[in-house]
């Protein structure tokens, strides 16, 4: 079945980048979008934006213009999250999702990726 | 502060039903589907209705899902102390951008 399969843990000063990534498996990688969620600690859920990973076209929610970056590899069906320029606000657990596209829902989701900022 | 308003917290007792309410406005909810997903303690979000009240498979039937005009619900019936969680609704706004509710933490007493 799809699944989804992030990478580790980090830990990163301020200032440092972040390259997190998502590995799909049981699907066809190009036919559905890849969304990006953050989640403060015990905080909800924020969406971050979208890629297609057809044309690699990415849309970014408005808090995430600037900083963070989607991009894929479909050779290896994986998409990334690179975040710029850590903040401590950055602080958080960052989760890839499945859809097939705007309005669609999210499954599955990755495991999460816990980005910590700090010096 | 979310667009889309629950409740910050439910609970009930094991049998019982429960009922998790989301409020939105029309450019989110009133012209949208509702989503609800289901988020157990450590673990990642999870799917657990799609198009206000369809259910993918794997999910039990005492989970249900419905919607009207800006406002949506979950119903949890039989309630089980394996449903203890966080619960989100999702929606898609006009502009195409996901809106979360701000979580309910359900509480099996």
């Known amino acids: 079945q799809a699944q989804l399969v992030q990478s580790g843990s980090e830990l990163k000063k301020p200032g440092a980048s972040v390259k997190v990534s998502c590995k799909a498996s049981g699907y066809s990688f190009t036919s559905y979008a890849i969304n990006w969620v953050r989640q403060a600690p015990g905080q909800g859920l924020e969406w971050m934006g979208w890629i297609n990973t057809n044309t690699g076209n990415p849309t970014y929610a408005q808090a995430f213009t600037g900083r963070f970056v989607f991009s894929l590899d479909t050779s290896v069906s994986t998409a990334y999250l690179n975040i710029l320029s850590l903040k401590a606000g950055d602080t958080a657990v960052y989760y890839c999702a499945r859809a097939s596209g705007p309005t669609y829902w999210f499954d599955p989701w990755g495991q999460g990726t816990l980005v910590t900022v700090s010096s | 502060q979310s667009v889309l308003t629950q409740p910050p917290s439910a609970s009930g007792t094991p049998g019982q039903r429960v009922t998790i309410s989301c409020s939105g406005s029309?450019?989110?909810?009133?012209?949208?589907?509702v989503y609800w997903y289901q988020q157990l303690p450590g673990a990642a979000p999870k799917l657990l209705i799609y198009r206000n009240n369809q259910r993918p498979s794997g999910v039990p039937e005492r989970f249900s899902g419905s919607k009207s005009g800006t406002s949506a619900s979950l119903a949890i019936s039989g309630l089980r102390s394996e449903d203890e969680a966080d619960y989100y609704c999702a929606a898609w706004d006009d502009s195409l951008s996901v809106l979360f509710g701000g979580g309910t933490k359900l509480t099996v007493l």
């Open positions: 029309t450019s989110n909810i009133g012209s949208s589907y």
